[in-house]
């Protein structure tokens, strides 16, 4: 795997198993004494769209079932999991919404890891504006601190124009204050917030005012989904990394004409799927990035 | 920004909303534009390859026969909504030829991802 980098100190690619290192650029000496500084690592699961089907993955009733296992069998549990978007696929109708969502709940009830952090994409709630998503699993957009990290959950998905409005912007604005210039900021989002490709909708139309708010800051990092691979991509000094999916991948940004789900290989069953160890370094800001199959060849 | 969208202005009426595009010498609105009806409904346009001569000033006439859509043409940096009962119009006069892509940009159901169309300018 091989890439090209925006940054010399940005991306440290090693070895064939996808992992990649976020080189930050910490001033380690004015981290605050009084901050947790243990070394971590959390799990990301993006794009499962539960209650999909087709050809693309002919085996989705139990792609998530798989993936749930592979968790389950890290050697060392994650001190976090976190879901970025689209749980369900879409539907107009209402009940089969919170049906899909009530099945979605019931499977990743047997993750192991009781920290679960959720959030939604277009496919949950941007029929309803989020109205069922709330109900099974709370706000929308939130923090939380953990071991000397912030984290902000953004939604630019319950707003169908896929914005993240004034409203939550003002809230995001007034959590960024209570930080200190130094704080280790890490945004979880479903759409990318910089314009990757908006032919294929693969924007947020005011993502542009979320970088603004985050970069004073030094230490920003976001993950997102969405676009169901892999992509990396840096704006000033803030990086952005999106997901692979649990369901289907799709193609590379503006590599073809239309946005269609890549074929099901029957040899290479879950080709292009996969979720993500990231584990944290809070004193040099650094985030390696481990990407990791639904199920072991 | 492209040149195209450094000079697109908008008009917004109570109903309607006009965002009409000047090009090659200023900002110009021809006297008669012909115009294009384009229909949305869940998941496709109609049409949803508009075939325009270069130079010629249209304006899409955009309306929706179920829910609220988007009309999105992200190389002019022009979009305009699309709500139920209403006309909303965008005034075209493109210089290039060329293909441009256009999509809904409002989630509309599970096919949204492949409602699009584009610009045919010859």
Redesign the interface.
Known sequence: MKQRLDRRDFLKLAGLGGAVFVAGCADMGAMSSARALDDFYFVQLSDTHWGFEGPPNPDAAVTLKKAVAAVNALTKPPDFIVFTGDLT????DPSERRKRMTEFKAIVADLKVGDIHFMPG?HDA??DNGQAFKEFFGETHYSFDHKGVHFIVVDN?SD???RIGDEQLAWMEADLKRQPNDARIVVFTHRPLFDLA????WAT?DGDRAIELLMPYPNVTVFYGHIHQENHHMTGHIAHHSAKSLIFALPAPNSQ???TPLAWDPAQPYKGLGFREVTANVPRAEFAITEMPVVKA | MNRAGKRRRAVLGASTSVIALGLAGGYAVAQSPRVIKVRARKFEYNPKVIEIKKGESVILELTTDDVFMGFNVPDLHVRADIVPGKISQLHLNLQQEGRIDFLCDIFCGDKHEEMQGYLMVS
């Open positions: 696929h879409t539907t107009d277009e941007s029929l998905v169908p124009a896929a908006p032919k294929w909708d139309r004409p239309n946005r």
